[in-house]
């Protein structure tokens, strides 16, 4: 199991959201508090948009704890979208090309959670994955595979149906090999313009998930809090657990339901997956 | 491209083996003569028989120059079948699991040259690849699919016709796409007793390949070498290029043939691919 | 802060060492119970005596957990003497120069805790240095330094006496500098035939230090055991925490001590720090 | 030896400065023409100015050539004054805190040679490093101390009286352990304002230096050149081998001579080793 942060507002240097927090993510990669492993070593990732249209990925396979590249460049990069990942591996093997976020075009995923017993439904979901989409993948994680198939279900164009229509894909094959609960999710897309975070899993269980609380709100809360003075109305952060113990900060994305970060109003809708016709 | 070693016979230090020839393996990673590549430095890996049925592999992304782990273990590991490969990557990731030799149960596989346009490809082969297999591809490279393709069949009962069928059908697809050459290799695989190494091409040019001179021979011509005094009759080395420029030590491995080195008399054969039925 | 395991006796795979023990040093890696910090993933390594009068060392910045390396050389290397050291880095780089066990000719040490405020008396120790062993020094751990101090007061000849004599080194450096508890220490020694296990703090609060009970007495209370059946009655294993929770098989090591292990009878003795004269 | 870049002038993407060139120093890290060694896959460095005082700096032990990262990284930050350096170990570890430039402060600093028989000397020189500055050594190469040496004779007030201080002394202690030439360099540092950059050797046989034409010059003669027609006039590349062959474009540093980019006219003096007194 893994950790994430998806931030969307005021561009912010990396280490203001990486570093600094209370419990920030890179604090979680040693000591998560709501995560299935209270270690998430196997390597990190770290996507942003800024230059060009699309985002840069930085990845290691060292624990981001003690990265000393990533401290370097979270001091000099500052971006107003930023996907960050601490992985935690379920079997996989720890190499950059397992690690989050995956890229496509201007496209960015990632995940936490698993597919149930996924080397014995790799095959049949690996398949049904667009032919031309195929040759691109190039590591060995349920994750990316996920991702190829929201791809081959339409993720550019309809980023909710396409999600919908993979996991009604992957709770059917799975269940075809008696899997009982075959998906187990939360996960992060972006375009670079919104911010789509989805929480699932078949069991009704699903893995933590948070988004802060409005910064109008906060600024209201906390007047003298000098962060929120400086954050945009725009600016909102996705987690998969609080960043800190601040009250009224953050609130739990209710289970079976998927958010959409964009300008003006965000939104929370109710999630179902679509089985194959 | 790459350059490869697989050694049989008397157990030595691999250290003898992999450092202390003239023109070493890990000389050629950083000036290989014969190579596509005089640059061999995109990882590297050794594996070799010992204890238990099953091969050790060691595996880097570090140039085999520098890796100072290589240099230990190469100083305390002794063996009697060595299989030893120095990467220059064709494109695909520099991961572990992208380095040479791949392993499955007490199977060795090493590979130099390459699947042309593997890209366009890749999804038709690894499609015919065992299902029961597929699921343990980890790694992005031709040369781990056209292990797997040998594996699918028969590597393990008769590896001459399983190589032939392997490379008839990837001869078969790689035209059905268009491609005039679709297959360049030099191969060597090991269940732990023999060794067979394939050289061929579609084109008949394919990459160098040579068999060191019977050691009863050697010691004839030199009978003030003590490494050959030490080395049994049985024992033979091939290599992608010559360790080094003894006189008469190096045959070359003619094109389209395979050779077996076990105990008794080791053979030579003519390589022919078998198209799919 | 670190953990470490040394073993000496009936030659052992590795794997039977560190992967097998119900709490063995690599799930202590990700789950140490008795550590001042219960993760210790900044890199680790692995020595051992066998080919040749020098051992062999291992060494990786990856966490244990997760090494492949680790995992195929242990499954393949047997050895009767190995030592063993996963990092918990308290500050300085993540590097293989900073992994334990460090090595000079047929001696290595390994280390857990720390000089205190290392930083500040870091040229004042290194200054003590025998010129012509400070040109080895190849990484920047106070452990390093600790190791040529050992090694310049004699570690070759007398190890008790060095190491008292380079603690109490220490300790009268860091009170010069206004230290209060300058000294923080479990280490492990050996030349390849005996091996010296120390505990001291300063403050006399040591970190945890095992070892464990004579294997004949073992052999008595558990006569079902296969392992206690197979192993020497000179075996014996020293640990920063015990490897799983048989009753009557871990000893705790006193404050201010060390042992021997060897040939013949071991030994425990009280450890007095030896000022500078 | 290694190979470097110094670029101030225009920001630019680091991809235009590295990657684009016909002989851009990632083709150098795999084929330098003027280099003691063709291949400098022993680790890389880039560092530059942007957010904030202090420069960044990413480093990596991976070839250039094959980094992941750095291709990311190098399309998407942008900066108009970069130091890149490509590496290869006269002998010390390939680790991060070996790799160049080093950073003190808003300092950065690079180095394409070697102090002779740094082994030997080692110790006399790192005794002569300020105290205070000795506690941050972090690697063991020869040209961190030379760094470090340069810093304690001045470098932040005056850089060419320091780094000839800095020579000077490395002269003396050099000829005093018997040593005929100690001293091969090419060095760039800088404050994040300006860039000095050295050229000398005791010899008289100094690596290879080149700094870039007037750009005003390059636009008249190059008229329709787009590159020439966006860069500033202030702009100005040194490099340790041409990064093309266009003519007219590059200029050899003369021997013992050292260099200053600055707003306005830049300089060229003569570079004289001080002795200590």
Chains 1, 2, 3, 4 share one sequence.
Not at 216 to 240: H, K
Request: glycine share 10%; aromatic share 10%.
């Amino acid at each position: 199991m893994c950790r994430w942060l998806a931030y969307s507002g005021t561009p912010v240097l990396l280490h203001e959201l990486l570093f600094e927090p209370a419990h920030s993510l890179i604090d979680q990669s040693l000591h998560s508090r709501l995560g299935v492993e209270t270690t998430n070593g196997d390597g990190f990732g770290v996507g942003w948009y800024g230059e060009g249209n699309d985002p840069a990925v930085f990845k290691s396979v060292e624990p981001a704890w003690n990265d000393r590249n990533l401290r370097e460049l979270a001091g000099h990069i500052r971006s107003g979208l930023v996907f960050a990942h601490i992985r935690a591996s379920t079997g996989t093997p720890v190499q950059q090309t397992n690690c989050h976020p995956f890229r496509h075009g201007n496209w960015l995923w990632m995940h936490n959670g698993s597919i149930t017993r996924f080397h014995e439904v790799k095959r049949d979901l690996q398949l049904a994955i667009d032919p031309a989409l195929y040759l691109d993948l190039e590591g060995s994680t349920d994750s990316e595979t996920f991702f190829f198939l929201a791809l081959t279900f339409g993720l550019e164009d309809d980023p909710p149906s396409a999600v919908e229509r993979a996991v009604g894909f992957i709770d059917h094959v799975g269940r075809s090999h008696g899997i009982e609960f075959p998906m187990q999710m939360t996960v992060a897309t972006s375009d670079g313009t919104r911010v789509w975070g989805f929480r699932y899993s078949t069991e009704g269980k699903s893995r933590s998930l948070f988004y802060s609380t409005l910064v109008a709100t906060l600024r209201q809360e906390y007047p003298d809090n000098p962060l929120f003075a400086r954050l945009s109305d725009e600016t909102r952060i996705v987690v998969s657990e609080p960043l800190g113990d601040l009250p009224g900060a953050w609130n739990e994305v209710p289970e079976s339901s998927y958010g959409v970060i964009q300008e003006g109003q965000d939104e929370l809708h109710h999630f179902t997956p679509r089985p194959p016709a």
